[in-house]
């Protein structure tokens, strides 16, 4: 993948609102679940956890519709960085299934064994520990996932899986805007990108191209480009997938 590090960079899923790092998050996290750990003794039942996965082109304004949805849902947020760093430190996927283990002893086993039989995709050790950090953080909390093909490694019975598209044009003068650029330059970066989002989906998950047949609801964001809008009708789909209700919908 080409390294635009010495440039201006586009924060994937960054769009103007001050956000906890990574690695400041997983810090948090961390505390809390051992803290947990320490606390909960095991379970005697296992719920399962269904959780909302967003897929998005860069611009596309996915985190922004994320931040309404967790108003909605009351959900976490988790994206691509977090994900990616949480990847890289084994140790800190690890404590999340302790966590997980001393509530429901074997249980993270019997899941991640099912999900290497089920995906053919589960070829090398980055995406195996990937994998198990996606499953692992979506049994322990309902979370609204960004990016990172996290709808291909959850089963499908147990997520919302969205897509969120919008033109080129509308992507670009987003980009142009957050990075204060003209649109010119805002175009190379995004092709370099969307260069890039291609390569890891094709590397990760063996796919030359993402199909709308992988998820359940398409939102066109030209089309219904507010934010808060594109949330009520996720949250919606969602309560009709699920069967929930979320009392404090805004």
């Keep these: 993948m080409r ?21 400041d998050w997983v810090g948090t996290q961390v505390r809390q679940w051992e803290q947990a750990q320490a606390e909960i003794k095991a379970a005697s039942h296992f719920s399962q ?22 108003g909605i849902t009351g959900y976490r947020v988790i994206d691509k960085e977090i994900i990616e760093h949480m990847a890289k430190d084994s140790s800190l996927t690890e404590k999340i299934i302790a966590t997980f283990d001393e509530r429901f002893p074997g249980k993270m086993t019997e899941l991640l064994v099912a999900l290497s039989v089920e995906k053919k ?46 033109s080129k044009k509308h992507r670009i ?9 003209g649109n010119s330059e805002a175009e190379e970066k995004l092709n370099i990108i969307d260069d890039d989002h291609h390569e890891f989906f094709k590397k990760v998950f063996l796919r030359e191209k993402i199909s709308p ?11 219904i480009a507010q934010g808060q809008q ?11 997938k699920f069967q929930v209700n979320f009392k404090h919908k805004k």
């Design 213 to 223: 047949d992988e998820f359940d609801l398409v939102v066109h964001m030209d089309h």
């Design 173 to 181: 003068e987003k980009l142009a805007n957050t990075l204060g650029i």
């Design 121 to 166: 995709f589960f070829k090398t050790d980055y995406v195996k520990q990937l994998a198990k950090t996606v499953t692992a953080l979506a049994h322990t909390e309902p979370t609204i996932f960004v990016g990172r093909g996290t709808h291909l490694i959850l089963p499908r019975h147990t997520i919302l899986s969205v897509q969120l598209v919008c």
């Design 49 to 70: 956890k269904h959780c909302i996965c967003l897929s998005r082109g860069i611009g596309a304004g996915a985190m922004e519709v994320a931040d309404f949805l967790s």
């Design 3 to 23: 390294n635009t590090s010495k440039e201006t960079v586009y924060p994937p899923g960054y769009y103007g609102k001050k956000m906890m790092s990574a690695s």
């Design 230 to 240: 594109v949330a009520q009708i996720i949250a919606s789909a969602f309560e009709q």
